[in-house]
């Protein structure tokens, strides 16, 4: 038996092809099951099938499908980058600029197959809910609410979600009409006044 002791989910030299680009194509390869198949018939081994690598390898670099499903969203979010440009330098305009990008983020084809599976998903599992509710509520919409330095941030965070992830679920799963053939800069505009309510006002 080898003394050699491996990390949690790191695959044996050969398991996997893990050279460079290998947790992209993970990523990738996941969004692309998600989309597909929703949450729930997703399986780790077959996000490592589609991406061409053994299954440690996906629990190497990212855990559980859970964490997977949550690195999925992410890609498609980039909080990192929007947050900053959402919160701006005043917080005049802050309602539309997050109106804006979100709307944005479900109107970019690359983005939004993976977003339909998510909201499908956590509509009926609550593995896929708590995901969902914790990135975009803990990830985006509170540190947008954190850095306006107003009262009860979570609450306003969680009304400015329900208020986008209402229309997602209407115009991009539902398809309810007018709202789903409305030109997305029509939505921002009658969107964002609420939004800067929620976020800004005393």
């Known amino acids: 038996m080898s003394g050699v002791r491996r990390g949690r989910g790191r695959p044996a030299r050969g398991e996997g092809v893990e ?36 299954p440690a ?23 990192a980058l929007i947050i900053p440009a959402i919160i701006g ?8 600029r997050l109106a804006r990008y979100f709307i944005g983020v ?38 947008v609410a954190d850095d306006l330095d107003v009262p009860n941030p979570k609450f306003r965070a969680e ?6 992830i209402g229309i997602a679920v209407l115009r991009y799963v539902v398809q309810v009409e007018p709202l789903a053939s409305a030109h997305p800069d029509e939505i921002v505009a009658v969107v964002a006044p609420t939004l800067q309510r929620y976020l800004t006002e005393a």
């Not at 690359?110 to 990830?139: D, M, N, Q, W, Y």
């Not at 009304?159 to 986008?164: E, F, I, N, R, T």
Request: neutral net charge; aromatic residues 8%; proline residues 4%.
């Open 19 to 54: 050279g460079p680009g290998a947790r992209e194509r993970i990523l990738e390869a996941a969004r692309a099951e998600f989309a597909e198949r929703g949450y729930d018939k997703t399986s780790v081994r077959g996000i490592a099938k589609a991406a061409g690598v053994d």
């Open 159 to 164: 009304l400015a979600a329900s208020h986008m």
């Open 57 to 79: 390898l996906v629990h190497h670099y990212f855990g559980t499908k859970d964490e997977v499903f949550a690195a999925a969203i992410e890609v498609s979010f980039e909080p």
């Open 106 to 143: 479900w109107e970019n084809p690359a983005t939004r197959a993976p977003l339909l599976a998510i909201i499908r998903s956590a509509l009926t599992h609550e593995a896929a809910a708590k995901v969902l509710r914790g990135f975009v509520l803990r990830r985006v919409l509170e540190r």
């Open 89 to 96: 330098e005043s917080t005049e305009g802050i309602g539309e």
